[in-house]
């Protein structure tokens, strides 16, 4: 599993830059979105791991931090809280859902049964 972080940089002409906190990967592009696809196609090809997940976050207008994690597996998975961790300890199987309990419907009881009618 590779944790690749990169700080983005945007120039007064629009291009987006991007270097790795640590170590020495480097990308540019004319878009933030651009820029990330080839930061994740760089990461990807560095670690030979399956499974990516990104995350951008704009720090200024013209700034941001990319981290790209690669591998890791179950925790790819998880929807929120938590739920990652308990599949990776399980072996990265997925957790059982609670089981519903059935309800039974109650019956309504019908206007009949108090001998008068509301549009009497």
Request: net charge negative.
């Amino acid at each position: 599993m590779g944790v690749y972080t990169f700080v983005c940089r945007s120039a007064g002409g629009g291009e987006w830059t991007a270097k790795q906190h640590s170590g020495e990967m480097e990308a540019s592009a004319a878009t933030p979105y651009e820029l990330q696809r080839r930061l994740v196609a760089a990461a990807s090809a560095a670690d030979s791991a399956s499974g990516v997940q990104s995350s951008f976050s704009m720090v200024t207008p013209s700034s941001a931090v990319f981290q790209v994690i690669v591998g890791g597996g179950a925790m790819m998975v998880s929807g929120g809280g938590g739920g990652g961790a308990a599949a990776a300890a399980s072996g990265g199987a997925a957790a059982e859902a609670p089981k519903e309990e059935k309800k039974e419907e109650e019956k309504e009881e019908s206007d009949d049964d108090m001998g008068f009618s509301l549009f009497d």
